[in-house]
């Protein structure tokens, strides 16, 4: 009989906690120990700290991320009523995206049933296993009923997200596009086709925003919903019109927005032609919208236009809100979604709109020049932002207005986690961030007429990371800027060959630095017409703080300037260069990968130290492994015999430094390997995290094979040793890349004077 210890059982079960970085790893159960821990006996300690405490179900259960999405099938769309069986493939596509996009868990749920008594008493009987409940496809005016009833009688959040996914991204899209036609929504008049559960969350949600009720007219297939009408129910009859018409011609002449949410097609051109100056027209049906896009644009030139549809601009996409808006309502375990929530959701979309659009989603989309404007008013939803944007904002709106049990303390980390349920670690590179955002520091980049490089310098100047300088022919800059609706307009941009007295005065210094050396003042003067040897010069008088350069250019041509023109730090014979290797389980710090050939003991001495101080700039302690083929002394030769006098020297030099080797790498990875066969090791209780490489070829071959093979993210190359921040890029660097090392130079220019890299 297996013997289970209780604190064993309970941690074996624990969940994490929003905002505290726990992440919850998959429960091992490869023993029998760990059998007994899953399910009996184990499993009995956890039921009885939830008998006794019934808010531990969140501590020991899945409950806290568990959404469960729940339909009869009576209102499908584009579908109808095809009951619960045949909209279980819906649903199941629904959890889905409920796991890709928030990390939440789901299971579906089809009722047969359309009586909403017994629908709301199966639904309600269900609130010990969820920590949600998704309300899906449900036909109106029954799923008025039901959601408010079930609202009143649970304590766990729950939406039903054909009315309010939609109203709360059409009314994103709503506040942008009245913004861009110089209209508040006080003023705007409405026509809403439709008045089904869509419409009717759709009007109340724009009145909740400053609509007035006597601007908006609205319409079902009976025709305009009047007091005149006996046909109406409690909800449609909200939005009774007592204007003195009763046609859809009629509401549409002078109207500002047209909304639809009913039927394809049924939308004239003539119709569109009678609305007023910059028409707003959202035909959300689907899959025919109430007129086609191109024939509503042939119309009219002046109009912004929105559809259900992907393939136009503007797809109203309910993804851009339920999984983010469930997150940041679980996160706080609130107790219902209240209208300051999804209002929060709205805004939160439409201010992330205006953002300058980050690269991973210009190349998901292929399109270089998405910006806000008439063709771009709410996020893509594969915009990897949503996620920090949307839930922050949806759960601190739960802690305003009452109805978080669980509030979040700590934003940085609840960023952090948001990100890695979606598959994003950033924690080093967010400490990062965020650091530089404490002190922007003006960084010169040498390759400004470079598309990727202006992006990446819109990005962190509207981050306040950077104050960019941008070094290359204006024309050129210019005509970029343009082409792909940058906002660069208060930048410094530089030409060197326009900059005749600062060109000179450069020379002039630099000649005097190397006059001795075999360069001429014509040589000079002609150097500092080369970008990477002007930027190089702005550093080293003082006027930028750091270089950026090296995404057009092989790394030595880069390099050359820089170390001529900069020099190295007082001290070090050599620089080095180093790569962060971001895995799944923590991140590792390879050097030397981009300037050393062949170090000798002494040189692999001094690249151990600079990699050791790199890797604590990045707040992280180094365990460092000397890379060989062989393990301590297994194989003789010139590497082996290298590595080991290497680890010999750094233990006299730096008796600090927990180091060992030589080693081969999957034995410094390994620590059961370690454990195993070389206990005597000083990385056998964790393995390491720094990789020493004996040759460049090696630790080059190394990066790159799992960059492209593991799928592993790279940061770098992170260059050390320079006198003052220098920074090359990796030939072909993506946007998100260049910012990183944006960030890391302006960090790096921070603490100059006390720690440079």
Request: aromatic share 6%; charged share 25%; with cysteine.
């Amino acid at each position: 009989m297996i013997k289970v210890n209780k604190e064993d059982a309970l941690n074996y079960h624990m969940q994490g906690q929003p905002g505290k970085i726990e992440v919850v790893p998959t429960k091992m159960l490869s023993t029998q120990h760990d059998l007994a821990l899953a399910y009996s006996p184990g499993v009995a300690e956890p039921c009885k700290a939830i008998a006794a405490n019934k808010d531990d179900v969140y501590k020991y259960t899945a409950k806290g991320n568990l959404v469960g999405v729940i339909s009869n099938g009576t209102a499908v769309l584009g579908l109808g009523n095809i009951g619960p069986d045949a909209s279980k493939p819906v649903m199941e596509g629904k959890g889905v995206l409920f796991k890709k996009f928030a990390g939440i868990d789901v299971f579906d749920i089809e009722i047969d049933s359309t009586d909403p008594e017994e629908f709301i008493r199966i639904v309600k009987s269900l609130e010990p296993t969820f920590g949600g409940i998704n309300l899906e496809d449900i036909k109106a005016p029954e799923s008025f009923k039901i959601e408010m009833a079930l609202k009143e009688q649970m304590n766990i959040p729950l939406m039903h997200d054909d009315q309010h996914g939609t109203a709360i991204i059409s009314a994103a899209a709503l506040l942008n596009a009245l913004e861009l036609t110089g209209r508040t929504i006080t003023e705007t008049r409405l026509v809403i086709n439709g008045a089904g559960a869509a419409a009717i969350a759709c009007a109340k949600l724009y009145v909740a925003l400053g609509a007035k009720l006597d601007h908006i007219v609205m319409f079902d297939k009976n025709g305009i919903i009047s007091p005149d009408r006996n046909d109406l129910d409690i909800y449609q009859a909200q939005f009774v019109t007592m204007r003195k018409i009763t046609t859809l011609a009629e509401a549409m002449e002078g109207a500002d927005v047209f909304i639809g949410l009913s039927a394809g097609n049924v939308l004239a051109p003539e119709l569109v032609k009678t609305m007023a100056a910059n028409p707003i027209i959202f035909a959300l049906a689907n899959p025919d919208p109430e007129i086609a896009y191109d024939v509503a644009m042939e119309t009219r030139t002046d109009l912004i236009m929105a559809t259900g549809r992907s393939d136009h601009p503007n797809q109203v996409n309910n993804v851009l809100g339920f999984p983010y808006i469930f997150r940041g309502a679980l996160d706080v375990r609130a107790t219902e979604i209240n209208e300051a929530m999804k209002l929060a959701a709205v805004h939160a979309l439409a201010t992330l709109a205006k953002e300058p659009v980050p690269d991973i989603v210009h190349k998901a989309y292929g399109d270089n020049t998405i910006s806000f404007g008439r063709t771009y008013l709410i996020p893509k939803p594969l915009d990897p932002r949503l996620i920090t944007t949307v839930s922050p904002a949806v759960a601190k709106a739960a802690m305003e207005s009452g109805v978080a049990r669980q509030p979040i303390t700590n934003w940085e980390n609840y960023e952090q986690e948001l990100q890695e349920r979606i598959g994003i670690d950033q924690k080093l590179m967010t400490r990062i961030t965020n650091q530089a955002k404490k002190d922007p520091k003006t960084i010169v980049f040498a390759e400004a007429d470079n598309y990727k490089i202006l992006k990446a310098a819109q990005t962190v100047k509207e981050q306040r990371i950077a104050n960019p300088i941008l070094l290359g022919r204006k024309e050129v800059i210019a005509s970029i800027i343009e082409e792909f609706n940058l906002d660069l307009q208060d930048c410094v941009i530089m030409d060197p060959y326009e900059e005749e007295k600062r060109r000179e005065t450069y020379a002039q210094l630099f000649y005097r630095k190397r006059q001795r050396k075999g360069l001429t003042l014509f040589d000079s003067r002609r150097l500092m017409r080369d970008r990477n040897y002007f930027g190089s010069m702005m550093v080293e008088v003082g006027e930028a703080d750091a270089l950026i350069s090296g995404l057009t250019h092989d790394y030595s041509k880069t390099i050359l300037p820089a170390l001529q023109v900069i020099g190295v730090e007082p001290g070090i014979n050599k620089v080095a260069g180093m790569y962060i290797i971001l895995s799944k389980k923590e991140p590792f710090f390879f050097a030397d990968t981009t300037v050393n050939v062949n170090p000798t003991a002494d040189e692999l001495v001094d690249i151990t130290n600079l990699t050791a101080r790199a890797v604590r700039f990045f707040d992280t302690e180094p365990r460092i492994a000397m890379l060989s083929y062989s393990n301590f002394g297994s194989v003789r030769g010139d590497i082996p015999n290298k590595a080991a006098e290497a680890v010999r020297k750094v233990k006299e030099r730096f008796p600090d430094l927990l180091i060992d080797g030589e080693m081969q790498a999957n034995t410094a990875l390994n620590r059961d390997l370690l454990r195993e066969h070389y206990p005597f090791s000083e990385l056998a209780d964790k393995g390491a995290n720094t990789l020493i490489f004996p040759t460049l070829a090696s630790g080059n071959i190394a990066y790159k094979v799992l960059q492209e093979i593991g799928g592993n993210e790279v940061i770098g190359p992170v260059l050390m040793g320079m006198r003052k921040p220098v920074h090359i890029l990796q030939l072909g660097s993506s946007i998100r890349e260049i910012i990183n090392m944006i960030s890391i130079a302006v960090v790096d220019a921070q603490n100059q004077v006390n720690k440079p890299l």
